[in-house]
């Protein structure tokens, strides 16, 4: 049991599996559970920000939509601003995009041209590492941006896709790991 007053198997309870979605063959890890339970969400959002604490963040960069569940609390956890990774034509200003390719097909994430500053660092922040596609794609508009990737957190990792390695060599951490 940790702060939260909660175990990690209990945490494993409450993520849901949702076969054959989006589509066939994809097994969908469901987290509104975990986060519906007031223990659930503290230890995530506590569990991230633990880790990330020693670097130092000026910023946390999350993408649309599930990136917005924790990221601003954890943000907010870290004393960092937060910033959004939109899906395309969300944006009113000048943006800068990067295109990137999932495990079930292709998308694009845009942020604000103005959104970092040269030498921030950021920590890169979204629910699920998969194949690192989009977790990629976000240290690329960090790059762009003129920022830094300090480090990479997830909620869960799908350890067996191989998302990690991608993300190299930038420091990853991820709460909980499925290996199928």
Known sequence: MDASGITELQIRDLVRDIPDF??????????????ADPAGLKWAVSGLAEHASEFDVDFVLAPEARGFLLGPALALELGAG?????????????????DYVLEY?????????????DGARVLVHDDLLATGG??????????????TVVG?????????????EKLAPHETHALLSYDS
């Open 22 to 35: 989006p589509k066939p063959g994809i097994l969908f890890r469901d987290i509104t559970p975990l986060i």
């Open 105 to 117: 097909g292709s998308a694009s994430l845009e942020c604000h041209a103005d959104a970092l500053g």
């Open 152 to 164: 990479c957190g997830f909620l869960i990792e799908l350890a067996f896709l191989g998302g990690r």
């Open 134 to 147: 989009t977790a990629r794609a976000l240290c690329h508009l960090v790059e762009r941006l003129g920022g």
């Open 82 to 98: 937060f910033v959004l990774a939109r899906k395309p034509g969300s944006l009113p200003r000048e943006k800068v995009t990067a």
